[in-house]
């Protein structure tokens, strides 16, 4: 066991006027397995990167431990994958290897297809095999799920949940729940580490949250209070002492040092009331920092003239002389909230695309309903550049109700001004959801979606469809998202 210890961190990146960290200090033990948590933007890949060393900052980070970073940057896709994992770490024994592919149900064929002939799932099990035959490493894991099936998520949860010595970044909660011990998260103005797993964590936020909130009334409540008694007994010592140069109604001399007293009583009063008041004031200048907020979002879908929206009767898909899928049978019925669900390559984003009108090869019949309007996000997210006024402009949708969602969002107003090619991962995704929610439309189709978007906002999104019951086809890995929100599963 050993200590990484930041102390005094402050970091911000060349040319921005805000800090992604200021002044923070916190310790990591190395045989911890981390999840690392927090909204999209706050800077979980910066900080792996500072641990790399790839930046310049002000305080102090040490470590007894050298650290490797997932996913890996493949220099050459077109080797076979025994040659891709001898670049990654030349020094590997063949045994260890084949132990750590059998962990992840992966052949050892494998190794002996060129890297880029693997699929996405095979590549990141792969890599993550060739990452734990290092010693002596503390590994940065950023996001492995993104391009795992369901299945494929389950088995690698599973294979972390027997390690340790890792951060984890990662926004499905079934998949961190399995495998972490200790929660580091980024919250709007400080760093925090929990032990626990992430369902612990979420569960001692709210708790925070709810207490903040409640003492965050009372003393509103207290201050409303106290400046109301304040006023009445200063203006109370204001008219006693206005009475020490006038007489009483019966005509006899005033009691002048009497009524000084009394008066000098009541602003001592007023000003002990003020006191108290300023205490509570104080004292609700520290709460609500850290509570996120994530208001509801608010849409109206477009009612179609017919219940029935779209139907598939046994469907086949042909890329060239490959069958993707065969003999899939469905329909989508107004209101109906329907996961697709399938391993990898079962051909999910091709039915959305066929849904959608694109020109697929096919065999069966497909019926979508006349004028049916689709809004469909697809995966990805590569072509968003410029500002988001002209994205607005460009895709004729309301831009005050765009950027209102993107602030629901966790968006900052200083996000709006900057170029979508600088945004994160989850940001990127943030605007095309955006985008389809503000698009009039009968159905909605999403291509995995929560790629990369944190927790709160899936929350959130997942609240957004539970309330709107919007109708919808979608693919998403996220086991506990399906499961609040799919009315139907179809499996391929």
Same mark, same amino acid.
């Given at each position: 066991?050993? !200590?990484?210890?930041? *102390?005094?961190?402050?970091?911000?990146?060349?040319?921005?006027?805000?800090?992604?960290?200021?002044?923070?200090?916190?310790?990591?033990?190395?045989?911890?397995?981390?999840?690392?948590?927090?909204?999209?933007?706050?800077?979980?890949t910066?900080?792996?990167?500072?641990?790399?060393?790839?930046?310049?900052?002000?305080?102090?980070?040490?470590?007894?431990? $050298?650290?490797?970073?997932? #996913?890996?940057?493949?220099?050459?896709?077109?080797?076979?994958?025994?040659?891709?994992?001898?670049?990654?770490? #030349? /020094?590997?024994? @063949?045994?260890?290897?084949?132990?750590?592919?059998?962990?992840?149900k992966?052949?050892e /064929?494998?190794?002996?297809?060129?890297?880029?002939s693997?699929?996405?799932?095979?590549?990141?099990?792969v890599?993550?095999?060739?990452?734990?035959?290092?010693?002596?490493?503390?590994? !940065?894991?950023?996001? #492995?799920?993104?391009?795992?099936?369901?299945?494929?998520?389950?088995?690698v949860?599973?294979?972390?949940? $027997?390690?340790?010595?890792?951060?984890?970044?990662s926004?499905?909660?079934?998949? !961190?729940?399995?495998?972490?011990?200790?929660i580091?998260?980024?919250?709007? *103005?400080?760093?925090?580490?929990?032990?626990?797993?992430?369902?612990?964590?979420?569960? &001692?936020?709210?708790?925070? /949250?709810?207490?903040?909130?409640?003492?965050?009334?009372?003393? %509103?409540k207290?201050?409303?209070r106290?400046?109301?008694?304040?006023?009445?007994?200063?203006?109370?010592?204001?008219?006693?002492?206005?009475? %020490?140069?006038?007489?009483?109604?019966?005509?006899?001399?005033?009691?002048?040092?009497?009524?000084?007293?009394?008066?000098?009583?009541?602003?001592?009063?007023?000003?002990?009331?003020?006191?108290?008041?300023?205490?509570?004031?104080?004292?609700?200048?520290?709460?609500l920092? &850290?509570?996120?907020?994530?208001?509801?979002?608010?849409?109206?879908? !477009?009612?179609?003239?017919?219940?029935?929206?779209?139907?598939?009767?046994?469907?086949?898909?042909?890329?060239?002389?490959?069958?993707?899928?065969?003999?899939?049978?469905?329909?989508?019925?107004?209101?109906?909230?329907?996961?697709?669900?399938?391993?990898?390559?079962?051909?999910?984003?091709?039915?959305? %695309?066929?849904?959608?009108?694109?020109?697929?090869?096919?065999?069966?019949?497909?019926?979508?309903?006349s004028?049916?309007?689709?809004?469909?996000? @697809?995966?990805d997210?590569?072509h968003?550049? $410029?500002?988001?006024?002209?994205?607005?402009?460009?895709?004729?949708?309301?831009?005050?109700?765009?950027?209102?969602?993107?602030r629901?969002?966790?968006?900052?107003?200083?996000?709006?001004?900057?170029?979508?090619?600088?945004?994160?991962g989850?940001?990127? %995704?943030?605007?095309?959801?955006?985008?389809?929610?503000?698009?009039?439309?009968?159905?909605?189709?999403w /291509?995995? #979606?929560?790629?990369?978007?944190?927790?709160i906002?899936?929350?959130?999104?997942?609240?957004?469809?539970?309330q709107?019951?919007p109708?919808?086809?979608?693919?998403?890995?996220?086991?506990?998202?399906?499961?609040?929100?799919?009315?139907?599963?179809?499996e391929l």
């Amino acid at each position: 066991m050993s !200590l990484i210890k930041v *102390t005094n961190l402050t970091f911000a990146y060349d040319g921005s006027y805000d800090n992604i960290f200021e002044d923070v200090s916190f310790q990591i033990d190395t045989d911890w397995k981390l999840g690392f948590t927090g909204r999209n933007g706050r800077g979980k890949t910066t900080f792996m990167n500072l641990l790399q060393g790839k930046y310049e900052y002000s305080g102090h980070i040490s470590a007894d431990v $050298g650290f490797e970073y997932f #996913p890996f940057h493949i220099n050459h896709p077109e080797y076979l994958t025994l040659d891709v994992v001898r670049e990654i770490f #030349p /020094d590997y024994v @063949n045994w260890e290897l084949m132990r750590e592919l059998n962990l992840l149900k992966v052949s050892e /064929d494998v190794l002996y297809r060129p890297f880029e002939s693997l699929s996405n799932g095979e590549q990141t099990k792969v890599m993550l095999a060739a990452l734990f035959l290092k010693e002596n490493r503390f590994l !940065l894991i950023d996001e #492995p799920t993104n391009h795992l099936d369901m299945k494929g998520r389950r088995l690698v949860s599973d294979y972390l949940a $027997g390690k340790s010595g890792f951060i984890l970044v990662s926004h499905d909660r079934a998949f !961190l729940d399995n495998c972490v011990d200790h929660i580091l998260s980024i919250n709007r *103005t400080n760093i925090e580490i929990q032990k626990g797993n992430f369902s612990d964590w979420l569960e &001692n936020k709210q708790l925070q /949250d709810n207490y903040e909130l409640a003492e965050n009334d009372k003393l %509103k409540k207290d201050i409303k209070r106290l400046s109301e008694a304040a006023k009445r007994t200063n203006n109370w010592s204001h008219e006693v002492e206005k009475t %020490k140069n006038g007489t009483r109604n019966s005509g006899s001399k005033v009691d002048k040092g009497y009524i000084g007293h009394k008066a000098a009583k009541m602003m001592k009063r007023s000003k002990s009331m003020e006191q108290r008041q300023q205490s509570a004031i104080e004292e609700k200048s520290k709460l609500l920092k &850290n509570i996120e907020t994530s208001e509801s979002l608010k849409i109206t879908q !477009l009612a179609f003239h017919n219940s029935r929206l779209a139907q598939l009767e046994h469907v086949s898909i042909f890329y060239g002389e490959k069958t993707v899928c065969e003999d899939i049978s469905f329909t989508i019925e107004q209101g109906e909230r329907i996961a697709l669900s399938g391993k990898n390559g079962s051909g999910k984003s091709s039915i959305m %695309k066929l849904i959608c009108g694109e020109d697929i090869s096919y065999t069966g019949t497909v019926r979508v309903g006349s004028k049916l309007k689709i809004s469909y996000v @697809n995966q990805d997210t590569s072509h968003l550049q $410029g500002n988001l006024t002209d994205y607005a402009r460009g895709e004729g949708i309301d831009e005050s109700l765009f950027k209102a969602i993107l602030r629901k969002l966790d968006f900052s107003r200083i996000q709006f001004e900057k170029d979508m090619a600088a945004f994160s991962g989850g940001q990127k %995704k943030k605007v095309l959801i955006a985008k389809s929610l503000c698009e009039q439309a009968h159905l909605l189709v999403w /291509d995995e #979606p929560l790629n990369f978007i944190d927790v709160i906002s899936r929350m959130q999104i997942e609240e957004l469809l539970l309330q709107y019951a919007p109708t919808i086809l979608f693919v998403e890995h996220d086991r506990e998202f399906c499961d609040h929100i799919a009315t139907k599963v179809v499996e391929l």
